[in-house]
């Protein structure tokens, strides 16, 4: 079975600066599908990037970057320039290649970073 | 602006009740997702429905959790009789035929308190 791990359950990061949140993942599968999503107090979960197994190079979406170790079964989330609104829980997510069958498509989370933003 | 919608967003009941949750999923989407949130054990998922047909309800307490799929447009969750231990946040996903490879949209989710 497919695990998800984030070892920071908090981090603080000023205003306009740049954070890292950190995941890792185990798997036996070679083709997969990750994601970090975004769940202000609002409660709603937000995509922000999403990175398939099998492409090398790095997802990016604006301000929010991935690291994507394959081998070491690495992912973490790079924000730059923090805003205020970047305040929340985020989630980092796995998900088998459902071409191969075998899978449910379900996500499976990890329990989550509190980010605070601090002005 | 194509969305998942969830009713009740809150929902406080007394142990022993019985409980609905309803999902809207976008419109064309053919799997729906059941996740339950909690603090101890975070997001889980608890059913999986394509087609309207459930493939897997692993994740739920058979003995006081159902969730069906009555058509397209509604998928419903309930629990009956509910315990404390079933509060949490609810939260229903979607995702299209032709989409699966990627994201799932999630309805903002009902928030249960079981007193």
């Known amino acids: 079975a497919q695990t998800v791990t984030q070892s920071q359950p908090e981090m603080s990061v000023q205003e306009a600066e740049t954070v890292t949140l950190s995941c890792t993942y185990d798997?036996?599968?070679?083709?997969?599908?990750l994601f970090w999503y975004k769940q202000p107090p609002s409660r709603q979960m937000i995509l922000v990037i999403r990175?398939?197994?099998?492409?090398?190079q790095n997802a990016t979406e604006n301000r929010f970057s991935v690291n994507f170790q394959k081998a070491a079964k690495s992912f973490s989330l790079k924000i730059s320039d923090s805003q205020l609104g970047d305040a929340a829980m985020y989630f980092c997510?796995?998900?088998?290649?459902?071409?191969?069958?075998?899978?449910?498509?379900?996500?499976?989370f990890g329990k989550g970073t509190k980010l605070s933003v601090k002005p | 602006d194509a969305r998942v919608t969830q009713t009740p967003r809150h929902k406080v009941t007394e142990m022993g009740q019985e409980v609905t949750m309803r999902c809207q999923p976008i419109?064309?989407?053919?799997?729906v997702f059941w996740y339950r949130q909690t603090m101890m054990q975070g997001l889980e998922l608890l059913a999986y429905?394509?087609?309207?047909?459930?493939?897997?309800d692993s994740g739920m307490p058979k003995d006081r959790f159902s969730a069906e799929m009555p058509d397209a447009t509604l998928a419903t969750l309930k629990i009956q009789p509910s315990e404390p231990r079933d509060s949490a946040v609810y939260f229903c996903?979607?995702?299209?035929?032709?989409?699966?490879?990627?994201?799932?949209?999630f309805g903002p989710g009902t928030r249960l308190t079981v007193l």
């Open positions: 997510a796995y998900r088998s290649n459902l071409r191969y069958g075998g899978s449910q498509g379900n996500l499976i």
């Open positions: 798997t036996s599968e070679s083709d997969y599908y």
């Open positions: 990175q398939e197994a099998y492409k090398q």
């Open positions: 419109l064309g989407h053919n799997t």
């Open positions: 429905f394509r087609n309207r047909a459930p493939l897997d």
């Open positions: 996903a979607s995702v299209g035929r032709g989409q699966g490879l990627y994201e799932q949209f």
